[in-house]
């Protein structure tokens, strides 16, 4: 009954946040944010993401793309961005970063 509205003894019972949220990063912090979106590589096949605003913790990072193969630079990702290489230029990267409350 983790996460029931109701306990069984009429009061309401709160949300298990085991459950409910993703934690990630150090220090793990509440408020976790999700954070999208796209890019295209430059001729040398890089592309580095800027995030819209910074992670408290490193955020974990998944790219996607569909007519090649890109791949999260080891050792890029940081708290306001990362570095993606694809094979070959103008590729585009879709991009999703989970991470601890950013700093908004």
Excluded at 39 to 67: C, E, K, M, W
Excluded at 73 to 89: D, E, I, N, P, Y
């Amino acid at each position: 009954m983790a996460n029931s509205l109701n306990d069984g003894m009429n009061r309401p019972s709160q949300l298990d946040r085991r459950y409910a949220a993703v934690y990630n990063g150090s220090p793990s912090a509440g408020a976790n944010i999700v954070q999208t979106g796209q890019g295209i590589s430059t001729a040398g096949s890089l592309l580095n993401i800027t995030f819209g605003a910074a992670f408290l913790g490193t955020p974990r990072v998944q790219v996607t793309q569909y007519d090649g193969q890109a791949v999260v630079t080891a050792g890029s990702v940081g708290l306001t961005g990362f570095t993606v290489l694809t094979a070959g230029g103008s590729k585009t990267v879709d991009w999703l970063a989970i991470g601890s409350g950013a700093s908004w």
